[in-house]
């Protein structure tokens, strides 16, 4: 447990480091030195390269970690089986990559109306598609054995300082933007090669062309679970990347580039659900699969309260602060732009957030292969959304569409978990946050200083978060926050003493 443990704190810590230097990278170095049609194609890259790279992928890293118990104590088997994964990781990278150069011409004309500065870098998400498709089979081998510190680093820390230096590198004429760009390749490429020399030296990975353990069954199982992991990651990909496909190819780089911009502000508000996963995630699992519906129901709607005080806190942080933002970022006053995708942003994650572990649930039962269904009707809908708002609305269009989905997609799968299983995540509570939640936005929205930007954002977060957590605690919105909080005050009580 002490393994655990340590490698979720630092996991964590590593995570919440990354996105701040992303932020750094996204709202000051990025706007500051590059045109918003060069932020636009340079995000395009990578957001194509992830979209491809699940099916690359083939599912192999999801099959990995759930077939590992089954096969760690046999060292042997273990060996074949990776390298067995690695091997269709190559097969499925030269067939599709192949079918992408078929189609070339195709792809460029796609892009030409809006971005056309794109057809000379298809190689660049090539290889970022090869390389990062190999890298989360490596990170998977990594997670197994219970180290994902330095992966995690990797992935989460060393690209963003890289990309910066990218950045950095251009804007002091080091090198034409072009080789900004064609940078981004040689940064997964350097990330994939020294997790492999970690994997090779630190915890002693081998491979083998050996493959007489891999009998007929486990390919079958490997196939059949590898099919729906892939699924799931593609789906998760295009959710999450798509819009800034559809954005260049529909409207241009320029717009692409405040998108990505504003979007990634929106980002901050789920943050929070990613770490209380990984805390809440096994009671989860234990409870689902020991059909214990008290302790499952507890969990989803402790989490859901919970969730949502902290997403609305930081949802009313960012609306009331964004003006402001944007008034002392580089080229704020394209970027106000975008105010509309914030917005759409911060209240899809919210509601993602209120939602709580809907898909978490379903993912632990026995009909775990709803969450494909609901995965893929939430990319299509998206896909479909933008292609009819974006011509309407511009990014206000593509705005709505996210949030459409995300809405969409949370309730479908809150309805399945209710009709599978009798519960729902809702409680009076809820509404509490509601009201005072508006009444703390409406007092700060039109509050303001005098002072410079910076300065009246750190004074309104500050009162922001200190009367919204006065009248949380006073309402008695969530148990948790409250036990947490009386313990903090305990302790600061017991020091001062």
């Not at 893929?376 to 511009?394: C, D, R, S």
């Not at 997609?409 to 939640?437: C, D, E, Y």
Request: proline share 2%.
């Amino acid at each position: 447990m002490g393994v655990i443990i340590k490698q979720s704190f630092w996991g964590t810590f590593i995570a919440y480091f990354g996105v701040g230097i992303g932020y750094i990278n996204t709202l000051y170095l990025r706007p500051e030195f590059f045109s918003l049609d060069q932020i636009g194609l340079f995000t395009l890259v990578t957001a194509n390269a992830m979209i491809v790279s699940p099916l690359c992928s083939i599912g192999m890293n999801g099959t990995y970690i759930k077939y590992f118990p089954l096969i760690k104590d046999s060292p042997r088997l273990a060996r074949q089986f990776f390298s067995f994964q690695l091997l269709l990781i190559f097969a499925a990278n030269i067939l599709i990559l192949a079918i992408a150069f078929l189609g070339r011409e195709r792809i460029i004309e796609m892009f030409s109306k809006g971005t056309s500065e794109y057809a000379n870098y298809l190689a660049i998400t090539a290889i970022v598609v090869i390389v990062n498709s190999l890298f989360d089979q490596l990170y998977a081998y990594s997670s197994t054995i219970l180290k994902v510190i330095f992966p995690a680093f990797l992935r989460e820390v060393f690209l963003r300082l890289a990309a910066i230096v990218l950045v950095l590198g251009y804007a002091g004429g080091y090198f034409e933007f072009e080789w900004a760009v064609k940078g981004l390749a040689i940064n997964y490429s350097v990330v994939l090669i020294l997790l492999f020399i970690h994997l090779l030296v630190a915890h002693k990975i081998r491979l083998t062309f050996k493959l007489d353990l891999i009998s007929k069954e486990w390919r079958h199982k490997i196939f059949n679970f590898g099919l729906y992991s892939m699924s799931m990651s593609v789906s998760f990909a295009i959710l999450n990347n798509a819009s800034y496909n559809q954005v260049s190819s529909m409207m241009g780089d320029s717009f692409n580039g405040i998108f990505v911009t504003c979007f990634f502000i929106g980002v901050i508000v789920e943050m929070p659900r990613r770490n209380m996963a990984r805390v809440v995630a096994p009671l989860l699992s234990d409870s689902v699969n020991h059909d214990d519906r008290k302790q499952t129901e507890a969990l989803y709607k402790k989490s859901s309260i919970t969730m949502a005080a902290i997403g609305t806190l930081l949802f009313i942080g960012i609306m009331t602060n964004l003006n402001d933002l944007f008034s002392f970022i580089p080229k704020g006053d394209d970027f106000v732009q975008g105010f509309g995708v914030v917005l759409a942003v911060c209240g899809a994650k919210l509601v993602l957030m209120t939602s709580s572990f809907a898909g978490e649930i379903i993912g632990y039962s026995k009909d775990y292969k709803y969450n494909l269904l609901f995965q893929v009707l939430a990319a299509l809908f998206l896909i479909t959304a933008n292609y009819f708002l974006i011509p309407l609305y511009g990014l206000n269009g593509v705005a709505l569409s996210y949030f459409l989905t995300i809405f969409f997609h949370s309730i479908a799968k809150n309805t399945f978990v209710q009709k599978r299983f009798g519960i729902h995540p809702l409680m009076w509570s809820h509404v509490r946050l509601l009201v005072m939640g508006v009444f703390v936005y409406i007092a700060f929205y039109v509050f303001d200083t005098p002072l410079n930007p910076a300065i009246t954002i750190i004074i309104r977060s500050i009162l922001t978060t200190v009367i919204f957590t006065i009248i949380l605690y006073k309402l008695k919105v969530s148990d948790d926050i409250n036990r947490l909080l009386d313990s903090l005050v305990d302790r600061f009580l017991n020091r001062t003493n």
